[in-house]
């Protein structure tokens, strides 16, 4: 039974291309021998108008079981309607650590060759906690949360990170020049954790100055801390260094239980023109792999979509290409297949 619940995971379709990818990724995931059984569920906006709930209780009762979630792209309405449901699945299973690797393909057309950084944003409190209040009808206010419990963990797990991964330099990301209580915090924690870790060069950097140096000399960052709005924001500006959105996966982890899912959204303009880029989706399911300790399967695929990428013959369109997701799945299989 403990073997069975080890390759069980939950899988979350979402809206636009998420049913899309989905299908795609869990077909290379059983091509490669990942041996995984899945309990999947629709969920997000075409759920809610069609069954009046977001995640049917169901789905929340098999993420409890396993532990481990695949979670392809919600849409969340903009300025209106239900909350973000990535927001409300980190907090009620407290996964805190958000983690974004981004490392650049020469053979992608990028004049950024030498990217490989990693950012954990802290995935609980800042101004994504949602606390607001309209004051008068002319003014609103959000409330920015920083507390040293939560500072602590997601620093002290950039260290760890680190350290497992032999990188050599952590750099803090804030705005402590003006903020400067929550992120003079922030910032100050960083410090006294970096004494705990004297062979990891620490380091910190203003986040709009942050933003400046890493178009500039992307090459100079390992990994990067940093609280919740500014990991949103530059995480995607690190998926624009490498190629855009479609390459970049994250993991976002807590005490016993683990959610995978790509940064991007769930591009409802080409949901179901069959062009969807499965790739940031198909990397996480790959972290997902490696925090369930089967990493000879993670390195298979990882192994294939390199392969695929560099021979630039199925790259999508948001890529420069003019593959199907069809034509690009079948490509990584074929490398799949070729090496085992």
Not at 76 to 102: C, E, H, Q, W
Not at 177 to 194: L, Q, V
Request: proline fraction near 4%; hydrophobic fraction near 40%; charged fraction near 25%.
């Amino acid at each position: 039974m403990k073997d069975e619940k080890k390759n069980t995971i939950t899988v979350f379709k979402g809206d636009g291309i998420g049913p899309e990818i989905t299908d795609a990724v869990i077909e290379i995931l059983d091509k490669a021998g990942a041996g995984l059984s899945y309990e999947i569920f629709n969920v997000g906006e075409a759920e809610y108008e069609a069954h009046g709930e977001l995640i049917p209780e169901e789905g929340f009762k098999s993420f409890e079981r396993t532990g481990v979630l695949l979670k392809s792209p919600i849409t969340t309405p903009v300025g209106k309607g239900f909350r973000s449901l990535n927001v409300m699945l980190r907090k009620k299973y407290d996964l805190y650590a958000n983690i974004r690797p981004a490392k650049s393909n020469p053979a992608l057309n990028t004049p950024f060759k030498n990217v490989d950084l990693v950012i954990f944003r802290e995935n609980t409190e800042d101004l994504y906690a949602g606390v607001e209040e309209l004051v008068d009808k002319d003014t609103a206010h959000s409330i920015k949360i920083i507390t040293r419990k939560c500072s602590e963990r997601i620093i002290k797990d950039a260290f760890e990170y680190a350290k497992k991964q032999g990188r050599k330099k952590v750099t803090c990301i804030h705005k402590a020049n003006i903020m400067k209580i929550s992120d003079g915090m922030f910032r100050d924690i960083f410090y006294e954790i970096a004494t705990e870790y004297p062979d990891i060069e620490a380091d910190d950097k203003i986040v709009d100055n942050a933003a400046m140096q890493m178009v500039m000399r992307p090459e100079q960052f390992d990994v990067m801390v940093m609280p919740n709005l500014y990991g949103d924001i530059l995480s995607d500006l690190a998926s624009g260094l490498i190629g855009g959105l479609g390459l970049l996966p994250s993991a976002n982890l807590g005490d016993g239980y683990a959610m995978f899912e790509a940064v991007h959204g769930s591009a409802p303009d080409i949901a179901g023109k069959g062009i969807a880029n499965p790739t940031a989706f198909l990397l996480s399911a790959c972290m997902m792999l490696e925090y369930m300790e089967k990493n000879e399967c993670a390195g298979r695929i990882r192994k294939a979509v390199n392969a695929v990428l560099s021979e630039g013959k199925h790259l999508t369109p948001d890529l420069s290409g003019s593959a199907t997701t069809r034509e690009y799945v079948d490509a990584v299989i074929e490398q799949i297949v070729a090496e085992s």
